[in-house]
Structure formats: C-alpha cells, structure tokens
C-alpha cells in the first residue's frame, strides 16, 4: 500500500475555508487507515480533479475553516475500471500508487458518489496537461477570450432591419470565438491548480447565467423572436394591406416592409445555421414560402396598382354625354330633415306696437340650422363703439323698468301666445346648457342683441325616435323658460358638377330648404347677419391626383372600386365598395385598431412620410395632434345606383338618411352623388370629433 500524498503547497491550498464553495459533492464516510488502524470516519469533498478528506471538527460534522485535509487523492492517477463496488457499503478507489477502502454509511450515498467519482476520472482521461501549458500559459489564453467575449454581452431587445445583416455577422464572428473558447475552458475548469484567482473568476461567469452561452440563447428569445413574430404578422395580414390602401403611392410603406421582412428571413437563417448547435446536422432554412410571397407582392402586385398620377375622373364616365355648354351639371338632391331645436330661447322682450307671430317665428327659424358667416365679425367691431354709448345712456332706465319688462312678458305669453312685440328695439337671447365659450361680449345688429356660442348646437338633424317624449313647447303651455321643439322639413337642394375642373359643388344661394317656403319680414335683418347656412364648411369637392379634396372637410380616396373619406386628424374612416354587378355600394363598417401590438406590423414611423407627398397614404392619417374623442357608432347605409340617381336602402340597424333621392340628368361619375349624399355624414361626423370650423371666435 503506498504512501498518501501530502505536498504542503496543495495542503494549503485546500484549506476548507478555500474549497468549501467549490465542492460538487460531499459526505461523511469511512476510510481504511494506511497503517492498520481500521475504519476512521472522514469527511470526504470531491472538488475538481480532487477528493480530499478531513477529519471532523469536534464541534460539527465538518471541518473547521482553517483545517487542512488529511490528505488528498489526484483524479488524474486513477483508474476508473478498478474504481469500484467491492461488497456492501464498501468501494475501493484505484489510485496508480494505492488503493483507497471506503466504506458508505447507506446505498444510496454510496452509489451516487461512485457515479460521480467514476464520471469525473472519465472525463480527465481526456485532458493533456502538456497542451494546456503551464499555469502562466492558461492564464494568457483565457485573458485574449475574455476579450472577444466580453463579460457581460451587451443585448440589444430588437435589432432593425438596416442593422440586421451587421448583427447577424457580429454574433457569427462572437460565436466563433466561444466554440475555440468553450472546449479550452471545459478542461481548465477541471484542474484545481490553474482555478486560482483571476482564471477562476473568468471561467465562473463563461460557465454561468451571464456567459456566452446563455447569453446567445437569449440572443434567440429576444432578437429572434421579434423577427419571427413580424415574419408571421405579416403573412397572415399581407392580404389586408390593399384595405386602405388605394394607390400605388399608398404601397410605399408597404414595399419597405416587405423587403425588410425577407432581410429578417435571410438574416434569421443565417444565424441559425452558423451560431445554433445541432447535432450533426445541417439545420433546415425556414420561412422560404413566406419570403416568395413577400417577394411576389413587391415585383408583381404593387407594380400593378395604378398611379394616382395617372387617376383622373374623366376615366369613370363618358364626358361626350354632357350637352351643357359650360359643361356643369346640376343635380338635384331631395329628402326629408327631422330637426329637434336644442337651443334655449330664454325672453322676447318689446316696448312698441305688435305683430303677428309667424313673422317672429320665421326669425327664430331662419336661425336653425345657420352658423353665423365671419362678415359678422366687421360687423361686431363696428357696432361695439355705439354699443358702449348706448349702454352708458340706458343702464340707469333698464335697471328700473327690467322688473315691470319681465312681468308684462309672462303675461303677453300667458294671455296671447299668438302675438309678440314688434319693436325697434328689442332683444333676443339664445344660449345653451351644452355649449359655451366664454363670449361675454355679442355683435348689435339693428338693435338685436345676439349670443350664438355654438352654431352647431342651436339645431341639429336627428331621427324621428331620438326626440324626447315628454317635449314641451313653453309658449303654449304657460311655462317660460326652454324650448325644446321637432320640425320636419322638406330638402330640395341642387349640387353641381363642373366636368372641366372635375369638381362638385354646392352654391351658397342653396340652404337646403323647400324653395316654396314664405319670405320672412324680418329679410333686412337675416342679410345684413350673413348666417353661415352650412356650418362653416366648405361646400365644395375637388378630384385631384385620385382624391376629392375639400378645403376643410378632409379627403375621399376613390379609385374606380373604392370611396374612402379620413381626416388627417382621426383614424376615424367612411368606407364604402363599389359592386359594379349589383350597382351597388356597400358600406364597410368602421373597425377601430386597440392596442399597439393589436395594430398593423408596418410601423407607423415609415408610413408618416408618405404625408409629405401631395398626396396622403390612406395608411397613415392619423397624427400626433389627432382628436381623442370617440369615434361615431353610425352605421351608414347602402346606396343603389340606377340611371344616374343613386337611393339608399335601409337596412335593420342603419341610419336613415335625410338625403333620399341624389338626382343627375346627365351620366357623371357614381362617385360624385356618392360624395354628396355623404356630404352631411361627413360633417356631422367631424362635429363629433370636435373638428368643425369655427364660425364665430371668442374673441
């Protein structure tokens, strides 16, 4: 039996304090003593390509910190064959110099550290020490990996596109140098006498969480993964793009897309291929159908949308039809118009001779439906000056005959509701409960004392169904105070067509009214107020480069199969499909996008800049200072087409429009009666939105 190895360099060095954290398996057994003292029991640790033993502290089952071992058993000088079960609980180890008896307290800790011991002789078999050089060699070697693979590796959570092919090359060259590393460091990490120090900690972090390793995998969760979820997104939604896209201009965005999403392909190969391990085998390309498919839209399908450049509107119609000599059609629109007045109409106060009430009445409805026109506002700027001089001079008597004004007017009301003052001086008052801005300062106009804060709320077109029940009209009942009353109005109005400048528009002389309805006293007064019958809006459409443009009620896309209005300021759309089969066109439901992952795969960032082009990508029209309110719920109804006159069809659950008839004597695009029928959707949409013009300022 040989003589156990005691070097004290080594016996210092595994001072339990040392190698206590660097044990992979450790237990309190039995050894046969060298000099025939029988069974002592030993704390045995295995660390490294060491199994050193100790005795045990008087005070625990383990060594004392500084306690040196009793002596040590080199792995490398063992014969695993020979290291082996010998009878129960008992094993030997075959040292080339001596034979260690064991004896385990239980099976079960005797055979998993027999595994243990016999795996690691195995694997120490393989390494040659000469290779590896000395100690000073080892630790020059490991100093040039730790500069390729750097502790920690930077990730990145996505990588672009335009940094895609550098980054796939990065971690090419990065798995390279790990694959000449990660072998060197498996045989290092196995011999105690080069794990020292600066080595030790290097070999630590290669081996751990943060290593090359895992740091690669992760490289897989994160990068790759994003790739691989823009690859899919993007098959599965290709076919949607031409939704609202109309033009080949609108597919900018789109080609961009596409062709970064087969670099993601190209690029996410690449890297499987040189940096993932396989065993043996060459791992398979995938998503080769998707990129053909990406390939195929880019070069065949987008090639053959058509140019809004080349889009005119003399296409979708047989000019040589029109006989005007001017080439302007009129058309004739008509319709019913269910109104509910929102307004307050608080006091009509006289001093002078009567009238009879229709002519009164004619006035309060001449302001329905009207917005004040901006000559109003040279109006107010000229009238403050006498306002001011006429209030210095009537304040004193207005405040003592304001009491005795009041109550003659409750009994004007009460005692003959069919007759009002007519006077020269007289006042009226409207405000609402739903609307005000402010605006304490009103224009004089022929002595009438106006407060209009919201045009838009003094009548607004609703359904028969939506007016209140128990509606009330003050006057009749006795009651002062608001009014609340529903009118139905015939509409007959006439659109034109101008086929020279492609251009279709409503002249201002067309209120929507009967034509037949009685002229109003009260004429001078209404002329000289130049109400705004339209809300401000500009009542005109252009079609230019594929589009109806209005000065401020957005754009309509139209392409020959489909009408699309947006606003720059929403993402809220009126979409509608041209059936030239049924001579029909459908309307598309408005679907809004939720959450951010919800949305489309192309990023919003490529699609902004199609807005610099004269013409706006249907993709991209929302912006930054886009309106937060909701968007309208109205479904909206088809139209039918026939013989140049185009009639909604109502179906359950659409809205019944007050437009029912869009007359054309003439063959003009659909387009255009689709444009007009729409017209007063469009506006009660943007007045929804909060995005009507102002007719009257504050100020």
Known sequence: MGKTERKKELLELFEYEKIKGDVSYSSIMKKAGGNGKGFLDRYFALHRNYILYYKLSKSSLKPDDKQEPQGYINLMDCNPDDTKEISSLMFQISHKHRTYIVKAKDESSMKQFLTLLIARIRSLEKIDIDKLGCTVVVLTKVKKFREVLTNPLILPDRVSPEMAEEWVKQMKNYNASFNLADPFIKQVEQISEFCRGEVKEYIDWFGGPEGPRLAMIRCEETVLSNWVEYINKTSSEITTYQDNRFFREDFKDVAVHLKNMTTFIDCYNDYMIHCRKYNNNKPNTKFLEEKQTFRDYIEKFIPKVPSCNDVSLNQFYDRSQIQSSDGIVTINTSGIKKTINQSNIISITSTVTASSMPNMSNLINSLDHTNLNNDLLNLKSQQQLLLHQQQQQQQQQQQQQQQQQQLNHQQLMLQTPQMVSNSKDFNISVSSNNFNDGNSEFPIIDGCDFDLT????????????????????????????????????????????????????????????????????????????????????????????????????????????????????????????????????????????????????????????????????????????????????????DYQFKDNVLTPIIIEGRHQPSLTLIDSPSTIPNACLLTIAMTQYIQDALIHLQLAPKVLSSK
């Open 454 to 637: 919201s045009a838009s709320n003094l009548s607004s077109p609703i359904l028969s169904s939506e007016v209140p029940s128990n509606v009330v009209d003050p006057i009749t009942s006795g009651q002062g105070g608001f009014v609340v009353t529903t009118t139905e109005e015939a509409i007959n109005e006439r659109w034109h067509f101008d086929c020279n400048t492609s251009m279709i528009f409503k002249p201002p002389s067309e209120d929507g009214r009967n034509e037949g309805s009685s002229s109003m006293s009260t004429s001078s007064i209404t002329s000289k107020m130049s109400l705004s019958l339209n809300g401000g809006f500009d009542m005109k459409w252009v079609y230019q480069c594929g589009y109806f443009k209005s000065k401020n009620m957005g754009s309509i896309a139209w392409n020959g199969k489909h009408w699309c209005w947006s606003h720059t300021r929403t993402s809220y759309k009126i979409k509608y499909i041209w059936d030239s089969s049924k001579q029909l066109f459908v309307n598309i439901p408005f679907k809004s996008r939720v959450g951010a992952t919800g949305g489309s795969s192309i990023p919003s960032s490529q699609s902004t800049n199609n807005l610099q082009s004269s013409t706006n990508s249907m993709s991209s029209l929302s912006s930054s200072t886009s309106t937060k309110r909701s968007h309208p719920t109205t479904l909206y109804p």
